[in-house]
């Protein structure tokens, strides 16, 4: 497989994001959002997806995080497109059950070509810190979108709105590392029947 590494830049009259991700590296993650709970997250999905990662957000949180957490969405998805090329010899599907204290999360991730998400997570309060807990659905929405894949996030078990949300993005990435895996029965091969993804 060749470099799967990508550089996407998007600026808007609400925020200016880049992000740089490498598919096979080794968790490496310096996230800079203005953020600090999603930087905590970013890093939490890089480090168990096993995504270098870098990401640098300047959002207008004067108004508040909403368009900084979905922009870095965006842009990390279309990241995550790029590298992906164009997805031959990948595995397609991955999936993680993941606990983490009383919480316990199902991600799965089908690398379809086909970008949505099936979110099913009870969130037991509003804010997590002064991180508006409704941001992470926000975020995965355009994570999922603008990297064309299926992405089911569900909540098995969860008290603590912090743990519960550590938990998606930790078994997202979990999920998605799978998914971008290279199959060395794929033969550089489309892990499809169609004929394209």
Do not use: Y
């Not at 968790?27 to 890089?46: E, K, P, S």
């Not at 998805?77 to 031959?88: M, N």
């Not at 099936?118 to 807990?133: E, K, N, R």
């Not at 992405?151 to 799978?178: D, M, P, S, T, W």
């Amino acid at each position: 497989m060749s470099d799967r590494t990508a550089r996407v830049a998007r600026a808007t009259r609400e925020t200016d994001v880049t992000v740089e991700v490498a598919l096979d590296g080794m968790g490496r993650v310096d996230a800079a959002t203005g953020v600090g709970f999603f930087d905590h997250m970013l890093d939490a999905l890089g480090r168990h997806g096993l995504l270098d990662l870098t990401v640098r957000a300047a959002g207008d949180l004067h108004v508040d995080a909403h368009h900084t957490v979905e922009d870095a969405g965006i842009v990390l998805g279309q990241a995550l497109d790029e590298a992906l090329g164009d997805k031959r010899g990948i595995t397609r599907f991955g999936s993680c059950v993941l606990p983490m204290d009383e919480a316990l999360v199902l991600a799965a991730v089908d690398v379809s070509g086909r970008g949505q998400l099936h979110w099913d997570v009870d969130l037991p309060c509003a804010l997590v810190g002064d991180f508006d807990a409704q941001l992470a659905k926000e975020f995965f929405i355009a994570l999922a979108s603008n990297a064309r894949i299926t992405l089911h996030v569900r909540e098995l078990a969860g008290e603590n709105a912090h743990h519960v949300i550590e938990a998606c993005f930790k078994a997202v990435g979990r999920a998605l590392r799978q998914a971008v895996e290279p199959d060395p029965r794929m033969a550089g091969e489309l892990p499809t029947t169609k004929g394209a993804l």
